[in-house]
C-alpha cells in the first residue's frame, strides 16, 4: 500500500527504490545499444546524463540525438529529462563527439563530486 510507504529524513524511501531502478534500467538500454553502436562514447553520454552540469547534459543529448535512430530515440527520449532550449542550433556529428570525449575527465570529476555530496546527506 502507498499509505504503509516508509519516510527516511522527510523522503519516502520508495523514490530511492525506484530512481535506482530507473537508472538500472536505462543502464541496460544503453549496454543494448554499445552493440550496435561505439561503446566508450555511450558510456560518456550515460555518464553525462548522471551529472549535475547542464552543459555536460546538453553534449550527451546532443550526441545522442544524432547517433540514435528515430524508431529508438523517439521511444527513449521521455526517460533522458531533455531540458535544453526548443530552439538551439545544431553542430557537425563530429564536432558533438570531440566535446563529448574531451569531456570525459570532467564528467568524472563532477559525479565524484555528486557522490560525495549524496554520502555527506546521509551522514
Excluded: C
Excluded at 46 to 69: C, I, M, N, W
Amino acid at each position: 500500500m502507498l499509505d504503509d510507504v516508509q519516510v527516511w529524513e522527510g523522503v519516502p524511501v520508495v523514490d530511492d527504490f525506484v530512481r535506482d531502478r530507473a537508472v538500472q534500467s536505462l543502464a541496460h538500454v544503453f549496454t543494448l545499444l554499445s552493440l550496435v553502436l561505439p561503446r566508450e562514447p555511450l558510456q560518456i553520454a550515460f555518464r553525462s546524463l548522471h551529472t549535475d552540469d547542464k552543459y555536460l547534459q546538453g553534449t550527451a543529448l546532443e550526441y545522442l540525438e544524432g547517433v540514435l535512430p528515430a524508431a529508438i530515440r523517439q521511444p527513449l527520449w521521455p526517460y533522458l529529462e531533455d531540458r535544453r532550449p526548443v530552439s538551439r542550433p545544431t553542430r557537425p556529428r563530429d564536432e558533438v563527439l570531440a566535446d563529448l570525449l574531451r569531456s570525459n575527465k570532467s564528467i568524472q570529476i563532477n559525479l565524484e563530486e555528486l557522490k560525495r555530496r549524496r554520502q555527506l546527506e546521509e551522514t
